[in-house]
C-alpha cells in the first residue's frame, strides 16, 4: 500500500495527478509487545518536455517496543517518466535521512537490584548512546519499465537498489555499514473480460545479510466502473525456509483504494506458542488526472495524455 517503500521506480505509476498513502502494520502482538510501523507518502506529477517528472516525499515511523528501538525516516524523491511509443519507462532517486533511537524509559542489565529482585529504572544504566540517537543519510535508486498489449495484459517489472552510500548504522565508535538491498519485481495483469482480472506477481530481494522471496496471486472483480474488490493469497520464504502466508483484500471506490494484508506466520518462530501474525492496513487516495495538451513526442507519436493505472 506504500509502493516507495518498495521501488522508488513506481512513483507516478497510478492515473491522476496526485497520490496519497498511509499504512500501518502491527507485527507480533502474540509476543506481548508488538512492533509497531507507520508511513505516509504522497507524490505529485508534473509535466516536463514532451515527458513527465514526479515529485515524492515519504516518512516513517517505526517502535520496536520489545528492543527499545524507535526509528524515523524522511525521504523525498524525483522520478523522471520516460514514454516511448506503449512503454513507460521510470528511472528515480531518493535521498532521505534516517534517525534511530533508543529508549530512555527502559531498564538495562545494569539496573537490576538485587536487593528487590526486579530492574529499577531509577538506577545509573551505565548507556552513554542515549539521547539523540544515531542519524545517517540513505540513497536509493530505482528503475521501472511497463507496457500494456492490446489493452488485454499489462506488464510491470522494477528493479530497486536500496543503500547505495553503505550508510553507517552503529550506535558506537565501530562502523557497521548497511549493505546494498537489491530488489527485483514483477507483475503481470490479465484482463480476463470487461469486469474480471487475474494478478500475479512476485519479489526477490538479496542481501548480505538476508534473502527473500515473495509470490501473490490476486483476483479482481470491477462491480461498476467505480467500485472493485479484489482478493489473493501470497507466500514469503527463501527456498526451502518458509516465512510466512499472507491474505490480501483490497476495496477501490472511486478514486479511494483500501487495504489489507495478514501475514500467518509459518517459520521456526511459531514453533513455540501461538502462530505469530502481522496485520498491515492502509489507505490510498489519487486526485483526478489532469488534462495536458498534446505533445508530438519521439517518432512523430503523440504522447499519452495520461500514464498508468
Known amino acids: 500500500m506504500q509502493p516507495l517503500s518498495v521501488n522508488v521506480g513506481l512513483a507516478g505509476d497510478y492515473k491522476g495527478d496526485m497520490r496519497f498513502a498511509v499504512i500501518n502494520r502491527r507485527q507480533w502482538g502474540q509476543l506481548g509487545v508488538p512492533i509497531n510501523t507507520y508511513g505516509a507518502s504522497m507524490e505529485k506529477r508534473f509535466r516536463f518536455l514532451a515527458d513527465f517528472l514526479i515529485f515524492g516525499a515519504q516518512f516513517i515511523h517505526d517502535k520496536a517496543d520489545a528492543q527499545g528501538l524507535i526509528t524515523n525516516k524522511a525521504y523525498f524523491s524525483t522520478t523522471y517518466q520516460l ?13 532521505g535521512y534516517v534517525n534511530t533511537t533508543i529508549d530512555p524509559d527502559q531498564t538495562f542489565p545494569s539496573q537490576f537490584n538485587s536487593s528487590t529482585g526486579t530492574f529499577d529504572s531509577g538506577l545509573n544504566n551505565g548507556e552513554t548512546i542515549l539521547g539523540d540517537g544515531k542519524g545517517y543519510l540513505d540513497v536509493n535508486v530505482g528503475l521501472l519499465w511497463s507496457t500494456t498489449w492490446q489493452n488485454r495484459i499489462r506488464f510491470r517489472t522494477g528493479l530497486s537498489l536500496a543503500h547505495v552510500n553503505f550508510p553507517n548504522e552503529a550506535f558506537s565508535a565501530t562502523k557497521s555499514r548497511i549493505p546494498i538491498k537489491v530488489l527485483l519485481h514483477h507483475m503481470t495483469e490479465f484482463r480476463v473480460n470487461g469486469d474480471w482480472a487475474v494478478i500475479p506477481s512476485g519479489q526477490l530481494m538479496y542481501t548480505k545479510r538476508a534473502k527473500q522471496f515473495i509470490a501473490s496471486t490476486q483476483l479482481r472483480r470491477h462491480l461498476n466502473p467505480q467500485v472493485a474488490i479484489s482478493g489473493g493469497l501470497g507466500y514469503r520464504g527463501y527456498l526451502v525456509q518458509s516465512d510466512a502466508l499472507i491474505a490480501l483484500l483490497g476495496i477501490r471506490y472511486e478514486n479511494f483504494d483500501f487495504g489489507f494484508s495478514y501475514d500467518w506466520n509459518v517459520s521456526q518462530l511459531s ?16 486526485t483526478p488526472p489532469r488534462k495536458y495538451k498534446p505533445v508530438t513526442h519521439r517518432k512523430n507519436k503523440p504522447c499519452p495524455v495520461y500514464v498508468g493505472y
Open 83 to 95: 514514454v516511448i511509443n506503449q512503454s513507460v519507462f521510470h528511472f528515480a532517486g531518493q535521498l
Open 271 to 286: 514453533e513455540s506458542g501461538n502462530p505469530k501474525s502481522s496485520l498491515e492496513v492502509g489507505v490510498v487516495v489519487r
